[in-house]
């Protein structure tokens, strides 16, 4: 069993910065593959970022490649999600998850509960 907490969100103006970051509970952290996805209102949970249990592999949606970057610290039980440049359209509430394999797709095991990013014009 993990459990995952998300942490970082808020509100930023278009163009900065924000680092998510989701700790997670259990001595097996370093065994499972994260990932990172969001859901603006009305709209489907989409994929935003995924990291290996190594954190040798990424994989990251085309809307935030070059502006995102997914890293991990096992010894933290703690993976981050860095956006750079951001854009009114990233906001939405970010989830992170875990699983066995590095996936595009919701097929993870567990969810945290959300952390929710604005971003104004």
């Known amino acids: 069993q993990v459990q995952l907490v998300e942490s970082g969100g808020g509100l930023v103006q278009a163009g900065g910065s924000l680092r998510l970051s989701c700790a997670a509970s259990?001595?097996?952290?370093?065994?499972?593959?994260m990932g990172w996805f969001r859901q603006a209102p009305g709209k489907e949970r989409e994929f935003v970022a995924a990291?290996?249990?190594?954190?040798?592999?990424?994989a990251y949606a085309d809307s935030v490649k070059g502006r995102f970057t997914i890293s991990r610290d096992n010894a933290k039980n703690t993976v981050y999600l860095q956006m750079n440049s951001l854009k009114p359209e990233d906001t939405a509430v970010y989830y992170c998850?875990?699983?066995?394999?590095?996936?595009?797709?919701?097929?993870?095991?567990?969810w945290g509960q959300g952390t929710q990013v604005t971003v104004s014009s």
């Open positions: 990291i290996s249990w190594s954190g040798g592999s990424t």
């Open positions: 998850a875990a699983g066995r394999l590095v996936a595009t797709t919701p097929a993870y095991s567990y």
């Open positions: 259990g001595r097996t952290f370093s065994r499972y593959a």
